[in-house]
Structure formats: C-alpha cells, structure tokens
C-alpha cells in the first residue's frame, strides 16, 4: 500500500510526552486522546483539502472533518481569503459589526423556526444559554434530555451524554451538584411513551426538552418517524418549549440543517448551532422564537453574553462556508458517504464481522453490532474491541477515523475519488482485522 503509515509515531509521541507534563492527558479535548483505541494519538501540522499531514510527515485522508466543522474540507480557498481579509482589518473590535449581521441573516434566511439569533463561541455556550432562556421564559426549572444525547459540557446536560462521555464510559461528570443533576430528567430516546409518562406527572415543571435533531453523539441515530412531532406535541400540550440542538446537523444535512427535511410540523421554538457556521473558527449560535429571544439582555432580563462573540474573522470564515454549502455540495456529500457507508459495509459483510450502517443524512456510522440502533442502551452494547482493531489497520493505512465507535464519520465537498479509493481500498483488511 503506498499510503501506509508506520504505526509508531515517534514526533507525535515525544510531543505527548511534553503535553502530559502541562496539559491533563496531554489534551485539550477528551476524546483526542486515543483512549478507548489504544496507541498514540497523532499531533497534526497541517490540513488541506481531505487531507491531515502529522509531525511525523504522514498524511492521512480525515473522515473526522474537526468534528463537523470541515464540510467544505481543509484550508478551502474562499473561506482563507475570508480570513485574511478579516484579520487584516483587526481581530475584535468588541462592538457590533458588519459581519455579525450577515452571519445573522444567513442563518435567519436558512432556517425558518429562526426568527431572531445571537452568535456565541462554542455550541456549550449556544445550548447553555438556549436552556437558561427557555428557564427565563418559562418560570420552570426542569430540563428533559435524551441518554446518549450529547449538548457541550453543560453542568446541567452532562448527565447520561453521548461523545467523549460515552467513549471513556463515564456514567456522569463529577463536579456537576446533585441539586442540578436532578433538574434534568432523561429519558430514552425515540421513546414516545416515556415522554408521555413523565409530561403526565411533572409536565407543568419542565422548562424544555433539548433534543439533537438527529442523534449524532452515539453514533448516527435518526429521530423514528414521527418522534420529532410528538416532541412537537407533547411540549406545546404542557407548555414547555422545543430546543432542537443542531450543533452537528445544521448546516450539514441540509441548507437548512435537519430541520430542512422534518419542517413544519416539528418546528421548534429554539435551535442551537456551531460546527459548519464557523467554518473551523469558534462560532455557534442560538435562535428561534421572536417573542422567546426578546427576553434576551439587553432587550428583556435573560442575561447572556460573550466578549468574542461575533468575532469578526470566525464570522467571516462561517460567512465563506455557508455561502459555498449550496445544493451541489449536499449532492456531493450525500454520494461520498453513500459510497463509503456502502463499501464499509460490504469489507465487514465479507469478513463476517457484526456491524449495522446507520445514516443521519450525509453523516453515517458504523456500530459494531447487528440490528438496529434507535437508542442510547443498544448503541452501547457493541464491540469496542473490533472497533480499536478496525481503527488502528485503517489508522496505519492513512485513514483518519473518529478514535471512538461512538462518533460520526464526517465528509467533506474536498473528498474527491483519490481521496475515497484511499479509504475503500483500506477497509478490506481492516475489517479483518475487526475480525481479530
Ligand atoms: N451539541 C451537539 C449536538 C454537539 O455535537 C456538540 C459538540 N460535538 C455540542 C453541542 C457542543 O459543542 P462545542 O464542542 O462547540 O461546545
């Protein structure tokens, strides 16, 4: 294989070794660290295109996409000449700007539920806030989450997470209060009953339900058909609100995120945002409801606020991104992880290695186990083993997966046909290798 990638790394492991020495884990997110695969995380240089290049010189094909961000690929042109242009003029201004206005009105004229938005730095904040305002305008203090969902490191919201809490296995954070750990309820996703039960008995209390539009966090697990309404239905009956968390889908499912193919009938009264609006800077955003977001200060008495939000150069680089996400690009997104999602699934058929391909639009993962998976429960019953195994063969074929088998493999308008017959001709052996 002319790609292979030795499997030591030895630039990135002294770099850990200094990291360690000053930086717990040697990170500055969990889930970089390798641990639930094994081995040496790699420290990257570079990124163009589909492509990450490591200290080590070898460069990988990156179905990781930083998460989300990437849809147009690494260094894209238009989004660094955006850049530039940005920095050149100054990098804060801390007062309102041009750009923060047009990020604004993209978004406004995308989403429809999206009346009125206000830009933040990461999707914790766009969450955090979005449950403080719906507390705010609600009078009530209960927050209804889903197992497996994950919303940032919120205090409240990190109870029964998806992500790097799942990955480490982790049954909650410590360091969030008892007291309000206790103001989430959690329930099991996709569980349409479960919801009626506990609206029944406290559904004067509940503030909101937080939902990720499409369950991305324990591996991509779509909303059954009809789920979205009954959120729709059951919080609108109580008068509690609907926060559809599209940090991971917006943006990239379609031009108007999830959102854009359940529509109507499930619009809901808040949505949160951050990943592909950023285009790789930090930029996130929270909206929804006019009448909601005027509780916001300086309007109404919801205090919120940030001293780079609505940086100028992230704005201009989410600005870049959105402007290029058309019709073409989610065509182009839908046919690469089709053929990949196709081709994962055939190498793991052939090697006789359980698996189940599951799609949230663009966004696909592969859980490794059979039948499907509409839950928190049944997503973290598979072979974790088999997947370290699967990781690290397509790992030393320069392939960069999620190091956890509860991620997304995220892909980007960059992923031309070299860079896909790279991963297709991989996976072969390395679902042999998930063989053991
Ligand atoms: N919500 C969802 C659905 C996410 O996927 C994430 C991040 N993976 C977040 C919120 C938190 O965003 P951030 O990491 O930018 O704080």
């Known amino acids: 294989n002319p790609h292979a990638v030795p499997s030591d790394a030895p630039a990135s ?86 750009n923060e206005v047009l990020l604004a009105e993209e978004i406004v004229a995308r989403v429809d539920p999206v009346e009125r938005v206000r830009l933040v730095s990461s999707g914790t904040e766009a969450t955090m806030s979005a449950i403080r305002l719906a507390r705010g305008f609600t009078g009530r203090s209960l927050v209804v989450k889903f197992a497996g969902h994950y919303h940032g490191h919120v205090d409240s919201l990190l109870v029964a997470a998806g992500s790097g809490v799942a990955t480490l296995a982790l049954p909650d954070s410590a360091g969030v209060p008892a007291d309000m750990a206790s103001e989430t309820l959690v329930l099991p996703y996709n569980d349409v009953a479960a919801l009626e039960a506990v609206f029944a008995e406290r559904g004067d209390q509940v503030a909101c339900v937080i939902t990720e539009a499409a369950a991305g966090n324990m591996g991509a697990v779509p909303p059954a058909p009809g789920f979205t309404e009954a959120l729709r239905r059951v919080t609108a009956e109580h008068g509690a609100l609907l926060v559809s968390d599209e940090v991971m ?40 409801r006019a009448d909601v977001m005027a509780l916001l200060a300086p309007d109404g008495p919801v205090y919120q606020a940030g001293t780079l939000s609505g940086n100028p150069v992230a704005t201009a680089a ?83 997966l999620p190091p956890s088998a509860f991620e997304c493999w995220f892909v980007s308008g960059a992923h031309d046909d070299a860079a896909l017959d790279r991963v297709v001709s991989a996976l072969p052996a390395a679902a042999r290798a998930a063989a053991g």
């Open 249 to 288: 889908t917006g943006f990239r499912c379609s031009r108007a995120g999830w959102w854009g193919f359940e529509g109507v009938d499930a619009a809901p009264d808040l949505m949160t945002f951050g990943k592909v609006m950023g285009g790789g800077f930090p930029a996130a955003a929270f909206g929804g």
């Open 13 to 98: 492991a002294a770099l850990l070794d200094r990291a360690r020495a000053v930086t717990p884990g040697g990170v500055n997110s969990p889930v970089r660290a390798f641990r639930s695969v094994g081995g040496t995380p790699r420290f990257m240089t570079s990124a163009r295109g589909p492509h990450l290049t490591d200290v080590d010189g070898n460069e990988y094909v990156d179905l990781v996409g930083s998460w989300g961000p990437m849809i147009l690929g690494h260094a894209h042109p238009a989004v660094l000449d955006a850049v530039h242009t940005a920095a050149a003029r100054g990098t804060s201004f801390g007062t309102p700007s041009e």
């Open 318 to 400: 989410g600005l870049a991104t959105l402007q290029h996400c058309d019709d073409a690009l989610y065509g182009r997104l839908d046919e690469v992880s089709r053929t990949l999602a196709t081709a994962a699934d055939d190498a793991l058929t052939a090697a006789r290695v359980p698996h189940r391909v599951q799609h949230v639009s663009s966004m696909f993962s592969v859980f490794f186990r059979d039948g499907e998976v509409t839950d928190y429960d049944a997503a973290r019953d598979q072979d974790t083993a088999a997947f370290g195994r699967f990781f690290h063969a397509m790992l030393d074929a320069g392939v960069y």
